[in-house]
């Protein structure tokens, strides 16, 4: 768990009074908030500060009950047994002496817009009721809160307000027919793989019936999912691979996953680094192959987390084949390989059709830790194709030998980057001829990918060139070009 700037806490507020202050628009959207959550409000203050809003509050049928005017001001004697308070005021000194007030009796308090006498703050929400989330950025950026939350909006469906209801109705049942562990998660994990995915949740007796079968089968078996990361960007992650995350019991991770990715997994989840990373030492194959399958048997939710995609040089078939000859299931999320990252980074088509007419993935090295020998080079250095180096960064004075000693013209325009998609991503073209330079210049400690073809000559002036010093812009981030230690 990373730092925490604010704790959030759920309030249950139901029928406990609440003590508020002012008549502006921030404490009507304050009181009104409130009264939703079925807090009783108690408001203090003179008629003659009633703005339009608190005025218009007031008066509707909407509040009607919960919130009881004093025509007023507060004074020490209003917040005795008051489960909190909400203070709508202007100057410092009155935010100071009712921040003392309210605590003096044991009152936990916000003033609006007045962070230094707050004991809590009010964020943005999406609700969902009985779903509700919050958020918060510690008072330093409500704007930016409120982004937050409509792109939130966007993501969660308006149905999941009845599917939440149909979980509370639903929760005895389980509690009382399942086992804690996997018999309960499984039952969740299909009640919440619906709820995305239908509008209306289902009936209560198809929900009971689901509930009975899982208890009649007894414990579940594990499963292994291969989950691709993507290049490292989290945003760059499929809500799929978001989604399996969450329902992880245990996740074998690789050395190149971020730490924002793996931020997005549950958080009891196990998490177990066993990457391989080459002149490192690296899990063996064969130990992730047992972890996989012990801790499937064992009726875990394993996550096997590539970088990438899990079908690009990620020895998933290795894999899934072991899975598979102990009858363990296994599925697959694809993720973003790394070549489509190497385009969007560079803003070129891999397939331009003026260009290439193919695209190849090439591993940069073999078994043995050299060029590989199975591939046809001849083929390789011909024309109208692009062809992307994964993992070839030590190999890359040979790969230009070996395309220019098949004809290739040293000439031909190359795009190498490291840390494709990350913060401190390095980017860097110029010619065959240069590509071994280009790779000495930006070091070999980090993943490096390398591209070879006519596309990369339509890169953007933007793009660091090799020869140039300095700093490239892209966007509101500064990449710089570093030599090689």
Known sequence: MGPLAVLPVFYDLKDRRVVMTGGGDGAAWKAELLASCGARVD?????????EEMTALLG????????????????????AGAGMAVGDVESEAEAQAFRCAAKAAGVPVNVVDKPAYCDFTLGSIVNRSPLVVGISTAGAAPILGQAARRRIETLLPPGLKGWAE?????RASV??????????????????????????????ETLDASVHAIAASGAQAGRVTLVGAGPGEAELLTLKAVRALQAADVILFDDLVSSDILELARREAKRMLVGKRAARESCKQEDIN????????????????KSGDVSIFGRAGEEIAELRQ???????????????????????SLTHRDHAQQLRFITGHSKRGDLPDDVNWA???????????????RMAHRITDRLVGEGMDGATPVAVAANISRADETR??????????????IGVDRPILIGVGDVFGEIASHVAAFGEEGAEPDGDRIRRITASA
Not at 290 to 305: H, N, P, T
Request: net charge positive; proline share 6%; hydrophobic share 45%.
């Open 60 to 79: 509707s049928d909407i509040v009607r009950g919960a919130i009881r005017h004093f025509d007023r001001p507060w004074a020490l004697d209003v917040f």
């Open 379 to 393: 083929e390789l250095a011909g024309p109208r194709a692009t062809t992307i180096f994964y993992m070839g960064g």
């Open 290 to 305: 047992r972890m996989m399958v012990e801790f499937a048997e064992a009726g875990k939710s394993v996550v096997r987390l």
């Open 175 to 204: 509690v009382s027919r399942l086992k804690p562990g996997p018999e309960r998660r499984s039952f969740w994990e299909r009640f919440s793989d619906l709820a995305f995915k239908a509008k209306a949740p289902e009936s209560r």
């Open 166 to 170: 149909a979980a509370a109705d639903i």
């Open 326 to 348: 102990r009858g363990i299931p296994v599925e697959i999320v694809p993720g973003i390989t790394a070549a489509s990252a190497l385009a969007a980074s560079f803003g070129i």
């Open 43 to 51: 408001l203090y203050v003179p008629a003659g500060e009633l703005g």
């Open 428 to 441: 860097l073209h110029g010619r065959l001829d240069q590509l071994g330079a280009i790779v000495d210049r």
